[in-house]
């Protein structure tokens, strides 16, 4: 066993890579002192985009390829085994439900790691054979961490048995000054992506799917005539939907006034773009991207779903963010349309609020209360 010199080991498992994790990379780097991280893959090959290897960082990837885990391998448990043992883990953090299968395996030949999992979304044990699966491995998790209190209620009420002190809430944060930019220009960030440099800019960052609602969110566009009133709606994210969406802005005779940018890679520009975020979802977890839309400054009209109204229930209040109900285009789009009507003394009264609300979500908190989760297991 290697000596860690009185530092804590974690052993991060992830099923795959499928590119950075900004929230997880915030949090490694974040906890240097007295931490020795770990991170493992347990399908490869290894990816050149990976920067936490390239930052120092202990990268592994086992010898496994795409296919190969679609049924059961022990071999994965004998190679976390011996990660454990011979680095000293103590606390192995898994992430996604085939990662904490093998990681609860593996644990349970390391009787002193203790294990830890992170749940971001909703609906994660709603079927009778993932809740079979957690009666048989969460007991031996020490620790579920929930992303809000929405996760905590959802994982506690499909998860009945399992102890309330084990589950503790962390709330996502974000690094606020690279969304606070004042460096960043709108009309050069608007000709950056190609779009309108005059007029109300609606925008929404996701990817496409439908649980994102955005199918709602074109019908709310329609209904409501913004479009008409010098208003344009532009959509980040890629997805499986991209076809029908644009098709239906065609069925809705909108697709003059909906921009589709697939994928974007500079989220600080994009919103610097806008006047105002929309978060139309039917289900959400605890969305950084209306974290990202607060520190921006940008007014936010969202579903009232999952975490959503933990983020903005103080701002709806005030009237300065609107929590609309899912599935609900005409509210949707009469909330939208109550935004753009503020005069210039709401909207920078608003702002203000917004940018306030967002200090309660500083990434250095999270990595605050991370260190004093990790290091309480230790106790």
């Not at 290697?2 to 900004?22: A, M, N």
């Not at 992506?193 to 074109?218: E, M, Q, S, Y």
């Not at 983020?311 to 599935?327: D, H, M, R, S, Y």
Request: glycine residues 10%; hydrophobic residues 45%; positive net charge.
């Amino acid at each position: 066993m290697k000596d860690t010199g009185g530092e804590i080991t974690i052993l991060h498992v992830w099923s795959s890579f499928k590119g950075d994790y900004p929230l997880f990379n915030q949090i490694v780097h974040g906890l240097k002192d007295g931490f020795r991280h770990i991170v493992c893959y347990l399908v490869g090959p290894p990816s050149d985009k990976e920067t936490l290897g390239k930052a120092g960082f202990d990268i592994r990837w086992l010898p496994f390829g795409n296919g190969d885990l679609r049924s059961f391998k022990y071999r994965v448990v004998r190679e976390l085994d011996q990660i454990i043992k011979a680095e000293g883990v103590d606390i192995i953090h898994a992430q996604r439900h085939k990662s904490v299968f093998y990681a609860a395996l593996a644990a349970r030949k390391n009787s002193k790691v203790r294990l830890v999992t992170t749940v971001h979304g909703l609906n994660r044990s709603r079927s009778l054979l993932r809740k079979i699966g957690n009666r048989i491995l969460w007991p031996r998790i020490n620790k579920i961490i929930a992303v809000s209190e929405a996760v905590k209620r959802d994982i506690l009420l499909t998860n009945p048995w399992f102890p309330v002190s084990r589950v503790e809430v962390v709330y996502n944060g974000i690094d606020l000054a690279v969304f606070g930019r004042s460096n960043l220009n709108k009309t050069e960030s608007r000709s950056f992506f190609g779009l309108p440099t005059h007029g109300w800019l609606w925008g929404a960052v996701g990817r496409l799917a439908p649980v994102k609602g955005h199918d709602i969110l074109l019908k709310a566009w329609a209904g409501s005539e913004i479009g008409k009133h010098g208003g344009h709606l532009v959509i980040a994210g890629k997805g499986k939907l991209r076809d029908e969406l644009t098709a239906l802005a065609r069925e809705l005779g909108i697709a003059n006034e909906i921009s589709l940018l697939g994928h974007i890679g500079d989220i600080p520009k994009f919103l610097t773009a806008l006047d105002g975020f929309v978060m139309p979802s039917r289900h959400e977890g605890f969305p950084l991207a209306v974290l990202e839309a607060l520190a921006a400054g940008l007014p936010v009209v969202a579903s009232g779903v999952g975490g959503i109204p933990e983020i903005l229930t103080t701002l709806a209040n005030k009237g300065q963010c609107f929590l609309v109900p899912p599935e609900n285009d005409k509210k949707l789009g009469s909330a939208m349309g109550q935004v753009m009507a503020w005069s210039e003394l709401q909207r920078n009264q608003a702002v203000a609020s917004i940018k306030q609300q967002a200090q309660f979500f500083d990434g250095n908190s999270m990595i605050a209360r991370m260190d004093s989760l990790y290091r309480e297991l230790m106790i």
